[in-house]
């Protein structure tokens, strides 16, 4: 056991902004409940969960003993996973459209190439679905040409080519919808519809998006006029920019109180540049440049090479083009999967992009400096935490975004 440490934090609020996902929330509190076990076991602290009693998001309570101080931590999962499924109910056909459309959105504006100036990895996970969704269009032709090809083998009257004409189409469809039931194994149309989400406004939220995250900001504003010590709000992948335009809101709003609980920003595996490239990412863009600037909180960003869907150690204010000359957050730097995991456990998990996505919320075998239990059920506010920690050297801050307007 590490010696004790001062204790800053006995009481905190945790808010977690999920990204494009359909899951229901208590996936992301089964999560928690394995893998901080697994953490405290590895780290020599002790901590547990029990159900949140008070009304409101869906959530759990955490008690924790680290470094011989106690702290007691509310989490609470801000759901917008009821708006990913409406926008995921799509059929076969409009999915193919969605692919025509976000592609075009993309390579006409010329995000594509200035995306790939960054990291290939979030570009390439973006084409994989396109890629995927056309070849499974073209086996599903193939698989209908051949039907047909075998009925109509040895000829026949004009009547029954017709009807293989008719099979060869319900048989190719038919591959289609077999590839669609299983997408849990492949996420194509999963991808896909992620992608498409951002795209279809070109980077502007839609509105029932919008009314979602006023609620999120409400809630949060609630918990900072409580007496906890700390109000932690996590935003990952594609909850890092909610959360960004979330807390840019508070801000403007006066709802940090000078006196009150301290606020912590900490965004996990983000891909903001898929959004803030985008034309009509005005909003995003004029939140990245606010928030980068204010004393109001400590917005912490962390991510890892390792994880192939997200813009490691992209600066998301710095390369949107947005940063002003006093630019103060993000701080960036690496959660260095390859170093934290053990040669075995990287091994386990490198080519499971997905699940590598997730790492940031799971535990380390052989931890360095993040330690995502620690930041949530810990005795020190995030900024504490990491007070002297310097960005990574080899993070990216040169401005590559074509579209930097901050107004409509």
């Not at 193939?142 to 090809?149: E, K, N, S």
């Not at 301290?262 to 009509?280: A, E, H, I, N, Y």
């Not at 007070?387 to 401005?399: F, G, I």
Request: hydrophobic content about 45%; glycine content about 8%; charged content about 20%.
């Amino acid at each position: 056991m590490a010696a004790e440490i001062d204790q800053s934090v006995k009481r905190r609020r945790v808010f977690y902004i999920p990204g494009y996902d359909p899951i229901h929330p208590r996936r992301y509190r089964e999560l928690y409940r394995k893998e901080s076990g697994d953490q405290a076991r590895i780290s020599g602290y002790e901590i547990g969960l029990k159900p949140k009693t008070t009304k409101g998001n869906y959530g759990w309570v955490v008690d924790a003993t680290i470094d011989g101080a106690q702290v007691n931590a509310q989490v609470e999962v801000l759901v917008w996973s009821d708006i990913v499924r409406v926008s995921m109910h799509n059929s076969i056909f409009a999915t193919y459209a969605q692919l025509i459309h976000t592609a075009w959105v993309y390579i006409a504006s010329g995000a594509l190439w200035r995306l790939m100036k960054l990291r290939k990895g979030p570009v390439i996970a973006a084409l994989y679905p396109v890629g995927m969704l056309l070849l499974q269009l073209v086996i599903a032709v193939l698989v209908g040409l051949l039907a047909y090809a075998a009925l109509t083998y040895f000829g026949g009257p004009f009547w029954l080519k017709g009807i293989a004409a008719a099979l060869c189409v319900v048989m190719a469809w038919s591959v289609l919808k077999w590839f669609k039931k299983r997408d849990g194994k492949f996420y194509a149309y999963y991808l896909m519809h992620d992608f498409a989400y951002g795209a279809a406004s070109r980077g502007a939220n839609p509105p029932a998006l919008e009314a979602r995250m006023t609620e999120f900001g409400a809630a949060i504003a609630e918990a900072l006029k409580s007496d906890v010590d700390e109000v932690l709000v996590v935003g990952h992948s594609s909850g890092a920019h909610l959360g960004v335009s979330i807390l840019a809101d508070l801000v403007r709003a006066g709802a940090v109180p000078d006196n009150g609980p301290k606020l912590g920003f900490l965004t996990l595996g983000q891909v903001v540049p898929m959004v803030s490239f985008l034309r009509d990412a005005h909003r995003l863009r004029a939140d990245l440049r606010y928030l980068s600037q204010r004393d109001e909180l400590t917005w912490i960003d962390v991510t890892a090479p390792g994880d192939g869907c997200a813009f490691a150690l992209c600066d998301p204010v710095a390369v949107s083009g947005v940063a002003p000359e006093n630019q103060k957050w993000p701080l960036v730097f690496s959660a260095a999967f390859t170093q934290s995991l053990s040669p075995a456990r990287w091994k386990e998990l490198r080519w499971r992009f997905f699940r590598l996505h997730f790492q940031y919320l799971c535990a380390f075998d052989m931890p360095k400096d993040y330690d995502y239990f620690q930041i949530t059920a810990g005795p020190l506010t995030l900024a504490e935490r990491y007070a002297d920690r310097p960005a990574s050297k080899s993070r990216l801050v040169k401005p590559v975004n074509k579209f930097t307007s901050v107004t409509p």
